[in-house]
Structure formats: structure tokens, C-alpha cells
């Protein structure tokens, strides 16, 4: 099971806007509108920022965005802040109900 | 208030066979659309998606993995449990457990998850 390609690290200076791509197929990220994005500190559990490719849960901030084109997602996080500094990962529906799980990017505030 | 909570052995022989149980509280896994899903992480390594059970008793398995893995869920306990046979040190990593089905119920998404707990795989 190939896990969605993503940049191992991405950084920015605050207030910086950075955007971390994630290539999948059309098995997955191409196939349907299921991308999600967690944000995962040192040592703590994973937190979703994004579902269904562009939706924010309550309570996530505005800066982070999602969009998605062709069998690539991308995550835009506007106004870095050194909060932000975490790996990042996406997620993506694939076919028979099975998830999988993008390689990961830290992002660096620089 | 939703949680969930992972519970097992720390340590594993290779061989054996390891048993993780999800309690969850704050929703009911009888509800339309509400799945409960295992994912690890490797030491240093990126998460991987394992199974998810449904609350109709759907159930998906990581393709790789999915002649080691079996998921079942005791709606009365509100407990998940996923079993995965033949442990190998390569198998050393946080297991956690999570839901899906407050926002979304793909079994990409999961809103909630557990704290997760450390499994060693050696001799």
C-alpha cells in the first residue's frame, strides 16, 4: 500500500504563507473529494485541520486552507505562526473503504 | 466530550499475537456513519492507516497488512478491539485508535483520536 508523496520539510518566516503539496493517484486523491490534513506535534496525537479536501472543523483556524487538483491536495497555511511549527500530514480515501496516509512534511518557522 | 483511549501490552515477542482494545466514550458506535479506525506510527516514521470498523459492522483492512489484522467492536462496552498476529520488530510503534463520523465518515477523516500507546516488538 504506497503511502501519498508529500515534501519531507517546508518552511517559512511568520506571517509567511507556505503550501505543502501531496501527490497521490486517481485511486485516491484524484478519484474522490476525501483529502484530509492533520497537524501532529512532538509527541502528541494527530489533529485534523482540513476534511473532504476544504473543509475547516470548528475551531481550526482560518489561516489553514485546503484545495485539491487533479491527484494532488495541497495544504496553504497564511500568516504563519511559530504555533504552526509541526508535521503535517494527508490523508486520502482510496477505493473498498481503505485509508491512506501521505509521508509527511515538518514545517519550520524560520 | 469525546474520547478514546488505547489499552495493551508494551511489550510483544516476535510471533505472538497483539491485542489493543479502544474504549471510547461521548459517542455511540451504534450511531449512522460512525466508524472507529486504527492507526500507528513507526519511532520517527509517518502514521499508517490500519483497519476501521463501522457501525453496521463494515469493516476495511490495510491491504498489506490485512491477513494479520482482525478489527471487531462490542457496541455494549463501547470498545473497539484490533488484533494483529505474528508480531515482528518491525511492528514497534504508537498504535491509535480514533473516530470518524462528527464531521465526516470516510476512513480518511477522524476527528478524535486516542493518546495511543507504545508497542515493542522483541525478544
Known amino acids: 500500500q504506497s503511502a501519498l508523496t508529500q515534501p519531507a520539510s517546508v518552511s517559512g518566516s511568520p506571517g509567511q504563507s507556505i503550501t505543502i503539496s501531496c501527490t497521490g493517484t486517481?485511486?485516491?486523491?484524484?478519484?474522490?473529494?476525501?483529502v484530509s490534513w492533520y497537524q501532529q506535534h512532538p509527541g502528541k496525537d494527530p489533529k485534523l485541520m482540513i476534511y473532504?479536501?476544504?473543509n475547516r472543523p470548528s475551531g481550526v483556524s482560518n489561516r489553514f486552507s485546503g484545495s485539491k487538483s487533479g491527484n494532488t491536495a495541497s495544504l496553504t497555511i497564511s500568516g504563519l505562526q511559530a504555533e504552526d511549527e509541526a508535521d503535517y500530514y494527508c490523508?486520502?480515501?482510496?477505493?473498498?473503504?481503505?485509508?491512506?496516509f501521505g509521508t509527511g512534511t515538518k514545517v519550520t518557522v524560520l | 466530550q469525546i474520547t478514546l483511549k488505547e489499552s495493551g501490552p508494551t511489550l510483544v515477542k516476535p510471533t505472538q499475537t497483539l491485542t489493543l482494545t479502544c474504549t471510547f466514550s461521548?459517542?455511540?458506535?451504534?450511531?449512522?456513519?460512525?466508524?472507529v479506525g486504527w492507526i500507528r506510527q513507526a519511532p520517527g516514521k509517518a502514521l499508517e492507516w490500519l483497519a476501521l470498523?463501522?457501525?453496521?459492522?463494515?469493516?476495511s483492512y490495510s491491504p498489506s497488512l490485512k491477513s494479520r489484522l482482525t478489527i471487531t467492536k462490542d457496541t455494549s462496552k463501547n470498545q473497539v478491539v484490533l488484533t494483529m498476529t505474528n508480531m515482528d520488530p518491525v511492528d514497534t510503534a504508537t498504535y491509535y485508535c480514533?473516530?470518524?463520523?462528527?464531521?465526516?465518515?470516510?476512513?480518511?477523516?477522524?476527528?478524535?483520536w486516542g493518546q495511543g500507546t507504545l508497542v515493542t516488538v522483541s525478544s
Open positions: 486517481s485511486s485516491d486523491v484524484g478519484g474522490y473529494n476525501y
Open positions: 461521548g459517542f455511540s458506535l451504534s450511531s449512522t456513519g460512525v466508524g
Open positions: 473532504d479536501v476544504s
Open positions: 470498523i463501522y457501525w453496521n459492522d463494515d469493516k
Open positions: 480514533a473516530h470518524t463520523g462528527r464531521h465526516c465518515s470516510s476512513a480518511n477523516c477522524y476527528t478524535d
Open positions: 490523508s486520502s480515501y482510496r477505493s473498498s473503504r481503505i485509508g491512506v
